[in-house]
């Protein structure tokens, strides 16, 4: 028993027998430098995953202020009594993925609800006491010329709450709103915890996406409904907006596979991406860019970045579809939809090819995927 205790014992703490270590003594030594160190590299990620949380996740923060400018007049909105007085909003789970953007999934008046606050806002305008008034929403920049900021609040809650394939806007205050809930996503069904994400490649996410996603039928349903919020942003009454992170974090769906946009924050006026571009100082095109990849080419001659994004929204959409659509895609349409998407991502963002080709474009994709799910369960 005791031969076999000991046996256990060497096995488990390291693989080689008594009679190697007499011969080898550095071995034992090493054996405990690995334990250690495996020790101390675990410990250490478990403090950068609370401390990242810590500094993420600010909600408390932003309650505090938020109701802070309630009472004292500076701010109003649909649901500031809800939230501060009667504390009828319930703060859940935290989905920042940014210090200044708190997100979090929440419970109001038996509604599940997303909680989005833009925090970096309202604490710099608490800072600043005798302020002018300021932005009132984070999702989009101060009003161009000739539009009051009341004009302004009103056309950018309108958009929240007139479109279809983005989570409908519930309540407000201040810079605190309420939105429909999370829709379901790539990483919703992947269900990984989130410090495993960041450490997986960008190739094993996309593969653990198609393979615990929804099948491909209803991937095509929910690009349809992907490409006709491309259309609205384009066509839209308030004019034109981009798309201005284009990841598949974003591509949300609901129960029933209707897309919805998971996130609107990085979604912006074309008049303040032009603002914010044209004139600005570069080296590079890097230098010209707004928000993850609205991008403009960089006149190295003058230095200074150009109005025209060097991708419109279809192309940087039909490049992510490329990767969410010929995976398991049908064989008689693969070579169709591969070239009709290749085409797709070389279109640029000129003013002169975006009215007709785009629409074109557009047009023939939507069609080709939906002949293929039309008069089935799927559509």
């Given at each position: ?130 302020a002018a008034p ?49 829709p379901h996503g ?176 557009l047009s023939h ?15």
């Open positions: 028993m005791r031969r076999l205790r000991r046996l256990a014992h060497l096995v488990l703490f390291c693989p080689f027998s008594k009679r190697l270590q007499g011969r080898l003594p550095g071995l034992r030594v090493r054996c405990i430098f690995l334990a250690w160190l495996g020790v101390f590299a675990g410990s250490w990620l478990v403090y950068v995953h609370y401390s990242s949380y810590s500094e993420r996740c600010r909600g408390h923060v932003c309650q505090v202020v938020i109701c802070d400018q309630y009472r004292k007049g500076i701010i109003s909105g649909s649901v500031c009594q809800d939230l501060c007085e009667l504390h009828m909003v319930e703060w859940r789970t935290c989905l920042s993925v940014a210090p200044g953007q708190q997100v979090y999934s929440g419970l109001w008046r038996d509604k599940d609800v997303t909680i989005k606050c833009g925090i970096e806002e309202t604490l710099d305008s608490k800072a600043r006491s005798d300021r932005r009132e929403l984070v999702l989009f920049d101060k009003p161009t010329r000739g539009t009051s900021i009341k004009e302004f609040r009103e056309m950018t809650l309108s958009f929240l709450k007139e479109k279809e394939h983005a989570s409908r806007l519930l309540g407000y205050c201040g810079d605190l709103y309420l939105t429909e809930g999370v790539a990483w919703h069904a992947a269900a990984l915890p989130p410090l495993l994400r960041p450490l997986l490649p960008p190739a094993l996410q996309g593969a653990l996406q198609q393979w615990l996603g929804p099948a491909w039928p209803w991937r095509a349903k929910i690009a349809i409904g992907l490409l006709e919020f491309v259309e609205e942003l384009f066509h839209g009454s308030y004019g034109t907006f981009y798309m201005c992170e284009t990841t598949l974090a974003n591509v949300g769906y609901t129960a029933t596979y209707d897309f919805k946009m998971a996130d609107l924050q990085q979604v912006a006026p074309e008049a303040t991406v032009r603002r914010f571009l044209q004139g600005r100082r570069c080296e590079h095109s890097t230098d010209c860019t707004y928000g993850r990849d609205c991008r403009a080419p960089c006149d190295r001659l003058m230095r200074q970045c150009k109005g025209d994004l060097i991708q419109p929204n279809l192309a940087k959409v039909c490049a992510l579809l490329r990767g969410y659509l010929l995976p398991g895609a049908p064989a008689d349409l693969r070579e169709e939809l591969g070239t009709q998407l290749r085409t797709c991502t070389t279109l640029s963002g000129l003013a002169s090819q975006v009215e007709a080709h785009h629409s074109l474009v994709l939507k069609t080709l995927l939906w002949k293929k799910i039309s008069n089935t369960k799927y559509s």
